[in-house]
Every structure is written in C-alpha cells, then in structure tokens.
C-alpha cells in the first residue's frame, strides 16, 4: 500500500478544482456544453479578440482547457496537462489585461488564478493520488516540466504576440478611418 500524507490530498483537491473548472470551461467552447457557444460561436468570438483563425483558435483553447483540465484533475502528464491550460490562461489573461485585474470589471484575475494553478501543478507534480503515480510516474519525468513549459511559453508569446498585432492593426485602421471622417 502506497502512503500519502496531507500534501498529497492538498495536491489531489487542487488538481479536482483546478482541473474540473477548465474541462467545464473547455467542453464550453469544444462542445456548448453548460450553455458555452460551440466551436461556431467560440470561433467567431476568438476571431473578434484578434486570435485567427477563430476556429482553429477555439479549437486549440477548447483543448488546452478540456483536455489540459481533464488530465491535471486525474493527475495524468501532468507537466504537459498543467503547460497547456497554463498557456491557454495566459491567452485568455491577454484578452482581459486592458479591462484591470478585477474580473467584476472584465479584467484577467480568473484567468491568471487558473493559470497560475495549473503551472504551478506541473512543476509541483500530481502528488501520490494520480493516475501519473499509478503508471511509475513515467508521464511525469523531472526533464519534462522545464520542456512543457518552455514550449508552452514560446508558443503562447508568439501566439498573443500575433494576437496584439493585429488588435494594435485593427485600432489604427479605425483611428484612421474616424480621421478620414472628421476631415471631409
């Protein structure tokens, strides 16, 4: 019989909290689910927030955050599991960051909350309760946090970095057509 001590439970309440919230919050987007918009609606949406393609953007977030919450709630690949809802969160904390931190005001403190949880999680690990301890712990090998993360964070910097382009594209082509306006 394997021992764990309150670490582990500590671990296994935050991986079910963490990890329940961002598979609900991801089968929104992936499936509708719990009266979220689809992959049509979602896409649209994320393609007025600057992240094209929608689509393809609703897809990748859908699944960062269903699948990313669904293996750090079993405490499965959990580096990787908690590197992909970590990204998807800074993603989201982008979309917010103008509105403040609040999120009663529209600002990012959610989306960073979750975010820091689920990086937090893959470098902690799962704790003994988890499906990674299970399997010998081979889906949670010590090289594999810095690599998650490190991959997560070059693409999620050139991800938002793209997004903030074309949202900065779009401001000035509005700033200049308003101009265009007042001079005739």
Same mark, same amino acid.
Request: net charge negative; hydrophobic share 55%.
């Given at each position: 019989m394997t021992c764990f001590d309150r670490r582990d439970l500590g671990l296994?309440?935050?991986r079910l909290g963490t990890g329940g919230v961002l598979a609900a919050h991801g089968t929104q987007k992936l499936f509708g689910w719990f009266g979220g918009p689809g992959i049509a609606?979602?896409?649209?949406?994320? *393609? &007025?927030?600057?992240? #094209?393609?929608g689509r393809a953007s609703a897809t990748a977030a859908g699944?960062? *955050?269903a699948g990313g919450g669904t293996l750090l709630a079993l405490g499965l690949a959990t580096p990787a599991a908690g590197a992909a809802a970590? %990204?998807?969160?800074?993603?989201? &904390?982008?979309?917010h960051a103008p509105n403040g931190f609040f999120a009663q005001e529209g600002g990012y *403190? @959610?989306?960073? &909350?979750? %975010?820091? #949880? &689920?990086?937090?999680?893959? =470098? #902690?690990g799962p704790g003994r309760l988890s499906l990674d301890r299970a @399997?010998?712990? +081979?889906f949670n090998r010590g090289w594999m946090v810095p690599?998650?993360?490190? =991959?997560?964070? #070059? +693409?999620?910097?050139? =991800?938002?970095?793209? /997004?903030?382009? /074309? +949202? /900065?594209?779009?401001?000035?082509?509005?700033?200049?057509?308003?101009?265009?306006?007042f001079e005739q």
């Open positions: 296994l309440l935050l609606g979602t896409g649209q949406a994320m *393609e &007025s927030m600057g992240y #094209a393609p699944l960062a *955050e970590a %990204g998807a969160m800074a993603g989201a &904390s982008a979309v *403190e @959610f989306a960073a &909350s979750l %975010g820091l #949880a &689920s990086a937090g999680l893959a =470098v #902690a @399997f010998g712990d +081979v690599v998650a993360l490190g =991959v997560t964070a #070059a +693409v999620t910097a050139a =991800v938002v970095g793209a /997004r903030n382009c /074309r +949202v /900065r594209r779009t401001a000035e082509e509005a700033a200049g057509e308003q101009e265009a306006l």
